[in-house]
């Protein structure tokens, strides 16, 4: 005998259940429909025959991981590091680099050298100590200031007393900010009254900070709200949805 029969069996008396009860509240009340159900309306492909790409699209660092050298992390407690240390070990081991996470103005690495001297001028901000990962450690997340209003924006994981640097970006900024665990990034865009918003979220396979939400938003010039969606047939209300810069 096969061993789903006594399944089916007791199924079927299950259902025979269900419908006697049914059938006394049919009696009682009487079981009226709720009208007819809206047709789902799927996404409809276009150019089916088309060949899909195999070749991925320029890359602009999303996923890039790299072990911080020189800097040792007691306790893989990221407090107990010093950021501007961290940034000029990154400047020291990629001295040529002009753009990505690591390029900087050449007034920003005479500023950074001076940063014992001069702290007013120095350019790395303020540290900021988060659980980007989920597990129940702070992360560090690093900002360096450069001219042109451009901010590189780093987060960096300790692990096995060593720092790794788990997300890096640089780019025109009006202003970042952390929403749950993901970090978002906002900048300006060239239509106006729109800007760009990108969320940058952990990604356990990746392990590291991926780009998870890119929007281009409408905002009001002098609150920088968001402003509502014209494209909506219910009443419109403040977009939440975190997003950014593509």
Not at 18 to 37: F, I, M, N, R
Not at 41 to 69: K, N
Not at 130 to 156: F, H, N, W
Request: charge should be negative; include cysteine.
């Amino acid at each position: 005998m096969s061993a789903h029969r006594p399944a089916r069996a007791a199924l079927l008396l299950l259902a025979a259940a269900v419908l006697s009860v049914l059938s006394g509240c049919a009696d009682a009340g009487k079981l009226e429909s709720a009208g007819p159900t809206p047709t789902a309306i799927g996404p409809t492909r276009l150019w089916p025959e088309r060949q899909p790409a195999s070749i991925p699209p320029l890359d602009y660092g999303e996923g890039e991981t790299e072990t911080v050298r020189g800097i040792e992390v007691p306790g893989d407690d990221v407090r107990e590091v010093n950021p501007v240390d961290v940034v000029r070990a990154e400047q020291a081991a990629h001295p040529d680099a002009l753009s990505g996470p690591d390029g900087m103005y050449e007034e920003t690495v005479r500023q950074l050298r001076d940063c014992d001297t001069k702290p007013k001028s120095c350019p790395v901000l303020k540290a900021y100590h988060r659980d980007l990962t989920g597990d129940g450690g702070a992360e560090l997340i690093i900002g360096v200031s450069m001219p042109k209003g451009q901010l590189s924006v780093r987060c960096y994981l300790a692990e096995k007393g060593r720092l790794t640097r788990i997300m890096g970006t640089s780019d025109a900024v009006i202003g970042v900010s952390l929403a749950g665990r993901d970090l978002i990034i906002r900048a300006p865009s060239n239509l106006p009254g729109y800007e760009y918003r990108t969320a940058w979220s952990w990604d356990d396979h990746q392990h590291a900070m991926l780009p998870t939400h890119d929007e281009i938003l409408r905002v009001d010039k002098e609150s920088g709200e968001t402003l509502p969606s014209h494209s909506h047939t219910t009443t419109p209300t403040a977009t939440t949805t975190p997003g950014g810069r593509p």
